[in-house]
């Protein structure tokens, strides 16, 4: 492997973001017409409070044929506690996370912001690439 490789080298940067306030059907179009499987949610600081993903969708959609009637924000569904990675963690370092954790990809933070998002098949390339 070659010298010090972060997931800074193989995150995603250009994400898509959700905002808390936004209806929670309009967010699910979003995800489901951009094929992806959840999205940050970001306050109006730029700060992370939270993230959607398609699961949370899942509760929303199914409480709402409870009550015949959809209805709710994205606050309301997303997960507030998130698991986030530094973007200058090491690539091995975050491999060790992502098989010590139920998750498929993580937010990527640097001096507390949101700067990207790492995936198990980013990392996995990464490995490949610098093995």
């Given at each position: 492997m070659?010298g010090?490789?972060?997931?800074?080298?193989?995150m995603?940067?250009?994400?898509?973001?959700l905002?808390?306030?936004?209806?929670?059907?309009?967010?699910?179009?979003?995800?489901?017409?951009s094929?992806?499987?959840?999205?940050?949610?970001?306050?109006?600081?730029?700060?992370?409070?939270?993230v959607?993903?398609k699961?949370?969708?899942?509760?929303?959609?199914?409480?709402?044929?409870?009550?015949?009637?959809?209805?709710?924000?994205?606050?309301?569904?997303?997960?507030?506690?998130?698991?986030?990675?530094?973007?200058?963690?090491?690539?091995?370092?975050?491999?060790?996370?992502?098989?010590?954790?139920?998750h498929?990809?993580?937010?990527?933070?640097?001096?507390?912001?949101?700067?990207?998002?790492i995936?198990?098949?980013?990392?996995?390339?990464?490995?490949?690439?610098?093995?």
């Open positions: 070659r010090r490789v972060t997931i800074a080298d193989y995603a940067r250009g994400l898509i973001t905002p808390p306030q936004m209806e929670i059907n309009r967010a699910m179009v979003v995800l489901v017409d094929r992806i499987s959840g999205a940050p949610v970001l306050g109006p600081s730029g700060e992370l409070v939270g959607l993903s699961k949370d969708c899942l509760r929303a959609a199914l409480n709402s044929s409870y009550h015949r009637e959809w209805g709710g924000l994205v606050a309301d569904y997303m997960t507030r506690e998130v698991e986030t990675l530094d973007s200058d963690l090491e690539l091995v370092q975050a491999a060790e996370r992502f098989l010590a954790s139920p498929r990809r993580f937010p990527v933070m640097s001096d507390g912001r949101l700067v990207g998002q995936s198990r098949a980013d990392v996995l390339r990464g490995l490949l690439e610098n093995w």
